[in-house]
């Protein structure tokens, strides 16, 4: 019986993955009519271009090695402002979650600062780096940093008692304590916190 009833739920379950399927392709569909009617409509490709001609375009950069080598290039410039932004927002948002004192120093200038439009910083980053990549490899980093330091602190924050009851009762030392039981606990939320700092860094691009 109780095989049965677990069969019958995988067939329910395959049956809504097929209906999602229909629906996204139903809804592409129709958003791709509407967007050909509208396009027929204006009457000009600088306002609205067609879907084909959008796909001829995009054809078109993928093949053009001097838009292929910029993009690889601001790519190498959103990795390293993640980076740098992993490296210095991990440790300060460790550091704010496990600890009362240093998040009552150090949260008043992160929420100060993180407050502050990043195109408000774009003259001083050329004063401080110049022209070239330093700027954008600055306020890529500077963008992505507030997300991973946040996302670290609640991903600390989140942890039970129970586990660091657990490991000292254990004889765990603080090391042990933070290898396995911070970082391993907090990982979740430290890897939305890096997600959001990558597509963050993307939109933050100049």
């Given at each position: 019986m109780e095989v049965k009833i677990s069969?019958?739920?995988?067939?329910?379950?395959?049956?809504?993955?097929?209906?999602d399927w229909i629906y996204r392709g139903i809804f592409l569909i129709t958003l791709l009519v509407i967007w050909e009617i509208s396009a027929s409509r204006i009457g000009s490709s600088l306002l609205l271009p067609?879907?084909?001609?959008?796909?001829?375009?995009?054809?078109?950069?993928?093949?053009?090695?001097?838009?292929?080598?910029?993009?690889?290039?601001?790519?190498?410039?959103?990795?390293?402002?993640?980076?740098?932004?992993?490296?210095?927002?991990?440790?300060?948002?460790?550091i704010m979650g496990f600890s009362t004192r240093f998040e009552s120093i150090l949260s008043p200038i992160v929420d100060s600062v993180r407050q502050v439009p990043i195109m408000s910083w774009v003259p001083l980053t050329i004063v401080w780096f110049g022209i070239g990549d330093g700027p954008t490899i600055?306020?890529?980093?500077?963008?992505?940093?507030?997300?991973?330091?946040?996302?670290?602190?609640?991903g600390i924050r989140s942890i039970s008692k129970d586990y660091y009851n657990a490991a000292r009762s254990m004889g765990a030392s603080p090391f042990v304590i933070f290898t396995n039981v911070m970082l391993p606990a907090a990982l979740p939320d430290i890897l939305t916190g890096a997600r959001l700092a990558i597509s963050t860094g993307w939109m933050s691009v100049i």
């Amino acid at each position: 019986m109780e095989v049965k009833i677990s069969t019958n739920k995988i067939k329910r379950e395959n049956n809504f993955k097929s209906l999602d399927w229909i629906y996204r392709g139903i809804f592409l569909i129709t958003l791709l009519v509407i967007w050909e009617i509208s396009a027929s409509r204006i009457g000009s490709s600088l306002l609205l271009p067609k879907p084909l001609n959008v796909l001829e375009g995009f054809i078109k950069c993928l093949t053009d090695p001097e838009i292929v080598k910029n993009v690889f290039i601001t790519l190498q410039r959103v990795l390293k402002g993640f980076f740098y932004a992993l490296i210095f927002g991990l440790p300060i948002g460790l550091i704010m979650g496990f600890s009362t004192r240093f998040e009552s120093i150090l949260s008043p200038i992160v929420d100060s600062v993180r407050q502050v439009p990043i195109m408000s910083w774009v003259p001083l980053t050329i004063v401080w780096f110049g022209i070239g990549d330093g700027p954008t490899i600055f306020l890529i980093a500077f963008a992505g940093v507030f997300p991973i330091i946040l996302n670290t602190i609640q991903g600390i924050r989140s942890i039970s008692k129970d586990y660091y009851n657990a490991a000292r009762s254990m004889g765990a030392s603080p090391f042990v304590i933070f290898t396995n039981v911070m970082l391993p606990a907090a990982l979740p939320d430290i890897l939305t916190g890096a997600r959001l700092a990558i597509s963050t860094g993307w939109m933050s691009v100049i």
